[in-house]
């Protein structure tokens, strides 16, 4: 039995999500839901293998050698059913410089990149600082859940400048873990209209309940036109590492995807991620089923505190990733005053309009955390809740 219980005090270490919390929430003696890393420790077996990497002395340059590349492709394989013989791995400093190469590598100044809002923010981020236009194929939220909506989808990648769409699979914020059908109808569509798809799949391994992750990559035909995007970075906490691993079939896709992350000066694998990655991709797979129990009890907990506590407020319920999405609309709050009642009550979390079209109004909530530091989180939001109701 792994440990996902201890507080990890993170206040000075640098964190972006501590140390640069606002001070309502520093000081609520919470720590903030918001930036997707986790407030649980690293495996022990990782924090082994740095160390041990670490009283080597030398922190050089590395590089994904053999040893690196066999523990990547052969999780791919045993976790993902994904058979990465003939595919390229090209490493990365991060799947959002990824994103950002794919950007630059295929689409011309003013070219059209499709995502699917509400979806991670540097999505937009990484089209718009590219100076590509974004095209929306907006989420349909249907019978409780988030769906595509293909004949949208249709249209808008029909223009010849829409080159690209961005994938995220399982998607953030939503938590879905798109099913093969759903996948192989997207690909169908962008195989017609020429797109190329970026399959960010960096949550592929945070799947709840028995949720199967299919790689879009595996669907007959999408080797041909897609590049998927993986990383160690969210399910083994090891974000401030900065490494991801990036996998293309096509030749002539990945030669130009490699030209612009060389023109970045891309590709190394930083030294303290190269230990990490092979100790959790050889000895952490009983780690990642712990974690993921224990994701899916948090969010157990949160949908019943939800519909006890709080029956005006819904919960997606998530397939997959840590991330709950939490539709705050009954409350009839202008963005800006539904973050300043959260963060007045100590919540940092990440606002819904963040994440683009379809946003407002909701609340995405980091659940990989110690179960009681969520149990008072939810006891702070039904306070701003009554506030925001009962306040005259
Ligand atoms: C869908 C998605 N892609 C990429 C990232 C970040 O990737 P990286 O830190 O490897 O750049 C995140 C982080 O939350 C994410 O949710």
Redesign the pocket.
Known sequence: MYDFKTHIDRTDTGSIKTDIAPESVKDSGLVPLS???MELSVAPEIIEAVKLAADKGIFGYTYADREYSAAVRSWMKTRHNFDTEGFTLIT????????RFAVEAFLEKGEGVVIQPP??M??ANAIETAERRIVENPLVFENGRYVMDYDDLDKKTSPDDVKLLLL?SP???VGRVWTKGELARLGEICAKNNVIVVA?E??NDLLLNGAEHTVFATIPGMDQISIT?T?T??TFNL?GL???NIFIKNGSIAERFKKAADRAGAGLVPYFARAATIAAYTRCAGWVDELNTHIASNFELMYSFIERELPMLKVIRAEG?Y?AWLDMRALHLEDKALEELVLAHGLALDEGYLFGSGGSGFERWNLALPTDILQKALTQLKLAVNKALYAE
Request: proline share 6%.
């Open positions: 930036v997707a890393d990365t400093n991060g799947v959002v410089p990824a994103l979806v991670y540097m999505f995220c998607h953030n914020p960010d960096i949550h995007c990383a970075s969210k974000a900065s490494c991801s990733t991330l």
